[in-house]
């Protein structure tokens, strides 16, 4: 049962570069989401989707990218990295938004930005 | 604004005590309130999902209830082990969004 899977795990990157993390599920979900988690700060959505081709922003979406190109799929993408952007980023999947919608959430991204 | 907050941030316990960790929001219009465990370096894991129609859910020896008029959730842990360590968090789903708690990390003692 692969639920949700983020790749890459870890990654390093130097200001200015661009990357691209990925998030797979394969329980059929219309609803993706795409999360940041800093200490001290909490979970923040940083952006959303309710089904193949729709996305919107979450509470902190400025410097980020996503698309929804199929269903199973939410990429999440960085133009021009930030130190600031150093975080763990975690993408989750949910059957139905509002509820009932129980979260399903992917092992997390660890991202540094140098 | 949807705010949630968790207190305490942290509490150690010793391995068989009965335990209740607090979840408070600001803004009762929700849809549904969730439950979570992250362990070290992990995702979230989802423990609980309690209904805005609902009051309660018990899952084995967890047990979480809703107060929507008051804004209070209440995970209660019995029984405690040192398996149990982890962080909570709590989560409200309003509008458009699912708003968390910054979590209790929760110690148990052998």
């Known amino acids: 049962n692969a639920g949700v899977t983020q790749t890459p795990k870890f990654r390093v990157l130097k200001t200015g570069q661009s990357m691209t993390l990925l998030c797979a599920q394969d329980?059929?979900?219309?609803?993706m989401y795409w999360y940041r988690q800093d200490p001290g700060m909490g979970l923040r959505l940083i952006h959303y989707?309710?089904?193949?081709?729709?996305?919107a922003k979450g509470e902190v979406p400025d410097g980020y990218n996503v698309s929804r190109l199929k269903k199973q799929n939410f990429l999440l993408g960085l133009e021009s990295a930030a130190p600031s952007q150093t975080s763990v980023y975690f993408c989750a999947s949910s059957s139905g938004f509002p509820g009932p919608g129980e979260l399903f959430f992917g092992e997390g991204s660890r991202l540094t930005v140098l | 604004k949807q705010e949630v907050t968790q207190i305490p941030a942290a509490l150690s316990v010793p391995e068989g005590e009965n335990l209740v960790l607090n979840c408070s929001f600001t803004d009762s219009a929700i849809y549904n309130l969730q439950w979570f465990r992250q362990d070290p370096g992990k995702g979230l894991t989802s423990l609980l999902l309690i209904q805005s129609s609902q009051r309660e859910q018990t899952s084995g020896r967890l047990n979480a209830s809703l107060d929507k008029s008051s804004g209070r959730s209440t995970l209660y842990i019995a029984a405690s082990q040192p398996g149990d360590s982890a962080t909570y968090l709590c989560?409200?789903?309003?509008?458009?969004?699912?708003?968390f708690g910054k979590g209790t990390k929760l110690s148990v003692k052998p």
């Open positions: 329980m059929n979900h219309e609803y």
């Open positions: 989707s309710v089904g193949e081709g729709t996305t």
């Open positions: 989560a409200v789903e309003g509008q458009g969004n699912l708003i």
